[in-house]
């Protein structure tokens, strides 16, 4: 699993870490069962906070991607959907290059509408 940190990026830390194990799986890199490393070992790899890692896998937990139990860590969920995973990613990057332009929540609705019909 790779994870990359851009420290001068205005994307919170949390959420590149997230993202980067987002795409470990959509990538096929890691899969259901796979162990991720611990949240010191990834802190200690990547130069962050523990608690920023535990951020990131508390997203990740949220969203149903991974597992994390006491004593065990971090697991990537059997029943994941990586499909689901590929389109919220993109969600994620839509939303992030539409509000870098300037447009709100009902811009944005307004060109999915657009899209979906055409």
Request: aromatic share 2%.
């Amino acid at each position: 699993m790779l994870v990359r940190i851009d420290h001068a990026s205005t994307t919170p830390l949390a959420d590149q870490i997230a993202a980067g194990v987002r795409g470990s799986v959509i990538r096929g890199e890691i899969g259901p069962g796979d162990r991720l490393p611990s949240a010191r070992a990834l802190a200690e790899s990547v130069d962050v906070n523990l608690h920023t890692v535990l951020r990131a896998y508390a997203a990740l937990r949220d969203e149903g991607l991974i597992d994390l139990r006491r004593g065990r860590g971090a697991v990537i969920r059997a029943e994941f959907d990586s499909g689901r995973a590929a389109l919220n990613e993109s969600a994620r990057e839509f939303v992030k290059l539409a509000r870098n332009l300037g447009l709100d929540t009902a811009h944005m609705l307004e060109l999915i509408k657009e899209t979906s019909t055409s």
